[in-house]
Every structure is written in structure tokens, then in C-alpha cells.
Nanobody, 127 residues
Framework: QVQVVESGGGSVQAGGSLTLSCLASGRASSSSAMSWFRQAPGKEREFVAAISWNGRATWYTESVKGRCTISRDNAKNTAYLQMNSLRPEDTAVYYC????????????????????WGQGTQVTVSS
């Protein structure tokens, strides 16, 4: 089982930037595909970005393409989500999720695919 802990949330004005971090620990944590999801008040959790365990395959939801970059440093067992040009509609609790996989270029975009979740970090964007 992989454990993940998010950090880096905060409050910014529209147009600002934040970088979220997700530290993974446990057996096979460096062989885990990792993704970011978010949940705004009154809304369902939605997929944001995904990365394969080797870092060479990524995918983004349409609304963040060109504004967000997912990356990882397996030496640090950490994945990142760099968010630029933030908008008020990006306000949500952001969750990191991990799934052990030994397929190098595989990533996951559906919440039900994951069995390891962090506690979430709040991102608030004011207009």
C-alpha cells in the first residue's frame, strides 16, 4: 500500500501560481502512477492531471491544459502539479492519488482506479 501526502495549497489571486506537491511512501511508491483530482464545494471530485510512473506519459483535463504541468521526481518519491494563470473556478480541495503499476507509460484518470489517496490540500483563487 502506498501512502500519499499533499502540500502546497494556499490562497492566491486570479492569474497567480501555485505548485502542489505529493509525497509518496511505502512499498513500490516509485512504481506508482499518480494523478491529481479536485473537488469544489457542492461538486463531484474531478480528474485534473495524471502521470505515469516513469514520468514520460501525462494527461490533463481540458480546462487546465496549457496552465498546469504535472511532473515527478522519483528520487524524492514526489509528484508535483504546477498551476499557472489560476482562475476562481480552480478553487477546490486538491487530492493526490497513487496506483502501483509496472507498466511504464500507463496513467489513470478515473477515481475508482486508485486505492491510495491523500487528505487533500485547499486551493483558493480570488478574483
Amino acid at each position: 500500500q502506498v501512502q500519499v501526502v499533499e502540500s502546497g495549497g494556499g490562497s492566491v489571486q486570479a492569474g497567480g501560481s501555485l505548485t502542489l506537491s505529493c509525497l509518496a511512501s511505502g512499498r513500490a511508491s516509485s512504481s506508482s502512477a499518480m494523478s491529481w483530482f479536485r473537488q469544489a464545494p457542492g461538486k463531484e471530485r474531478e480528474f485534473v492531471a495524471a502521470i505515469s510512473w516513469n514520468g514520460r506519459a501525462t494527461w490533463y483535463t481540458e480546462s487546465v491544459k496549457g496552465r498546469c504541468t504535472i511532473s515527478r521526481d522519483n528520487a524524492k518519491n514526489t509528484a508535483y502539479l504546477q498551476m499557472n494563470s489560476l482562475r476562481p473556478e480552480d478553487t477546490a480541495v486538491y487530492y493526490c492519488a497513487a496506483k502501483v503499476t509496472y507498466a511504464s507509460y500507463t496513467y489513470y484518470t478515473t477515481a475508482n482506479d486508485f486505492d491510495s489517496w491523500g487528505q487533500g490540500t485547499q486551493v483558493t483563487v480570488s478574483s
